[in-house]
Nanobody, 129 residues
């Protein structure tokens, strides 16, 4: 069982920054790919960013490329999402998710919710215009 706890959300003005954290409980955290997803009111949940267990390869949805940065510190069992130049359309509840341990995934797998085994409770981000 893996428990994921997100933090760092809040209210920010457009153009501002936030850093989200996803802290995991499991010893196997370092062998799991991690993804960030978000769900805006009235919309489906969507992929935002993903990172392989080694941290060497990252993935982003097009709308956040150049503004968001995903990183991980396996020694702290934590993944971060640095969000800069925030826009009102970034307003959503942000979730982190963990893939099953020890499996190999293609890059496209990181974009799919069904490839993730554990989910956090989410942290809300509101960007005012």
């Amino acid at each position: 069982q893996v428990q994921l706890v997100e933090s760092g959300g809040g209210l920010v003005q457009a153009g501002g920054s936030l850093r989200l954290s996803c802290a995991a409980s499991a010893r196997t955290f370092s062998r799991r790919g991690i993804g960030w997803f978000r769900q805006a009111p009235g919309k489906e949940r969507e992929f935002v960013a993903g990172i392989r267990w080694s941290g060497g390869t990252v993935y982003y949805r097009d709308s956040v490329k150049g503004r968001f940065t995903i990183s991980r510190d396996n020694a702290k069992n934590t993944v971060y999402l640095q969000m800069n130049s925030l826009k009102p359309e970034d307003t959503a509840v942000y979730y982190c998710a963990a893939q099953p341990s020890g499996r190999s995934y293609s890059g496209s797998d990181y974009y799919q919710e069904r490839q993730y085994e554990y989910w956090g409770q989410g942290t809300p981000v509101t960007v005012s215009s």
